[in-house]
């Protein structure tokens, strides 16, 4: 049973010293008991009292390594339920399936070139999931060092049977491949996991993955992934929500892994909407059988907008940013910090090919109009923007007419007699960017 912050308590120096970074060590305590702080972190407690406290300090979730190097997956290691309690911190693998027995040097450029940029953060498929299809263990190696070569993403290996599976850990140990027997896993594979420390699959319902686990991690695998195998998308969802409720609230350690699920729906869209159902709901590698970029890329966003903070907004730097080599007559569009509105008018102005410059205001990474109610992006701060990148000294004495976003149009009064200068009311959208510099904006300076 899990100790309580007292118990933990006792245990400790009880100096209230501050070293650990907490004011008190009750408080600390409190915090290791709810898995918000290890125990090491205090540097006076005793070797004794560490040893007790193993437990009590560990993540209620395991931190499990698939590859090696820059490129490897971290997952798990979650210590909330929903996002608003703090943020989620590993962010899910996406791996497209590959064959053995088909072309891997093509299927690996199809992958690679499922790489996007979205509002700033390049966002792609990161992980490799190799499936045994032809049972010859040498062509699974073949197979597995071609897309490591290639591309030197983490691998997943799967079979039906352990054989291929244990001749591939023991040969590809150092490239550290998650190892998938569906149904199993078996104990040769097990064995093998173990000796050369490598992550393992455990497939079943909840109750034969909680069995499976413990036998592993008694022969000594330290880290696993949970896997429903091939379960309806529902009864996958609810694996995955029991398995970390399990962990996450009652402690439970033979669930407290994170977990892999492959989205099987035929419908190439339907599979991409049900891979982004598990993306949010606390799947650890995420197996997809589509590789066209149109089915991806949601995915993918998915991701990036569940694994951020959301208690921090996205934001660019503030400042002037030109786009398309303006000059001194070129137009000034006004805008907030917010990297999703930043990006929207970024995307219109490339589009529309005119030279522009792009003021982002520092607004906190707040939208136009939540900036505007917050009185972030009034006349005051604008104004104060051009004065800080003496943006409109850069324009010519004809052209210093400012562009502000047509939601916000009721500044641009106050903001004319705070700049001295003429200020125009754009689109209410960036989608009306482009038109409105090709055919209104030569119009209205003159």
């Not at 197979?143 to 290996?157: E, I, S």
């Not at 149009?409 to 705070?418: D, H, K, M, R, T």
Request: with cysteine; hydrophobic share 40%; aromatic share 6%.
């Amino acid at each position: 049973m899990a100790l309580t912050g007292l118990d933990i308590y006792k245990l400790l120096p009880q100096t209230n010293c501050g070293d650990c970074g907490v004011p008190t060590c009750l408080a600390f305590a409190m915090k290791v008991a709810s898995k918000q702080a290890a125990v090491d972190e205090c540097p006076h407690v005793s070797d004794e009292a560490q040893n007790e406290l193993g437990a009590a300090s560990a993540p209620p979730q395991k931190l499990v390594t698939v590859g090696t190097g820059d490129k490897k997956l971290q997952i798990g290691n979650e210590t909330v339920m929903f996002r608003h309690e703090e943020k989620f911190h590993h962010p899910p693998g996406i791996a497209v399936m590959v064959d053995d027995s088909e072309d891997v040097e093509e299927k690996a450029e199809k992958i690679a070139a499922l790489h996007f940029e979205r509002i700033g953060e390049e966002i792609f498929v990161d992980t490799v999931a190799l499936n045994c299809s032809s049972g010859d263990g040498g062509k699974l190696l073949e197979a597995a060092r071609k897309l490591h070569d290639k591309l030197g993403f983490p691998l997943v290996l799967m079979a039906a049977d352990q054989a291929p599976l244990c001749q591939a850990g023991e040969e590809l140990a150092e490239l550290r491949p998650l190892l998938y027997q569906r149904g199993g896993p078996g104990e040769d594979l097990v064995a093998t996991a173990a000796e050369k420390g490598l992550p393992l699959v455990v497939e079943g319902d909840l109750e034969s993955c909680d069995a499976a686990a413990q036998e592993a991690k008694e022969a000594g695998v330290e880290e696993m992934v949970l896997c429903p195998g091939a379960v309806k998308p529902a009864g996958a969802v609810e694996f995955m929500t029991l398995a970390r409720r399990a962990a996450l609230q009652k402690n439970h350690r033979p669930m407290g892994y994170p977990t892999l699920v492959q989205a099987g729906m035929e419908d190439p869209a339907l599979q991409s909407m049900e891979a982004c159902r598990y993306v949010a709901k606390y799947a650890g590698i995420v197996v997809l059988t589509v590789d066209s970029p149109e089915y991806v890329l949601p995915v993918l966003t998915m991701r990036q907008s569940i694994y951020i903070d959301p208690q921090v907004p996205v934001q660019v730097e503030p400042g002037i940013y030109e786009i398309n080599e303006p000059d001194a007559k070129a137009p000034l569009l006004v805008t907030t910090n917010f990297s999703l509105t930043y990006y929207s008018v970024l995307s219109e102005v490339e589009s529309s090919r005119v030279p522009v410059r792009i003021l982002a205001v520092d607004t906190e990474g707040t939208s136009v109009l939540t900036a505007w109610a917050a009185d972030k992006f009034g006349a005051e701060q604008v104004n104060e923007a051009f004065r800080k990148t003496d943006a409109l000294e850069k324009l010519d004495e004809g052209h210093r007419k400012p562009v502000i976003p047509g939601l916000v149009a009721v500044i641009s009064g106050e903001l004319q007699e705070e700049s001295g200068c003429d200020v125009l009311v754009g689109p209410k959208e960036a989608s009306g960017l482009p038109k409105y510099l090709k055919n209104e904006w030569d119009k209205l300076v003159g």
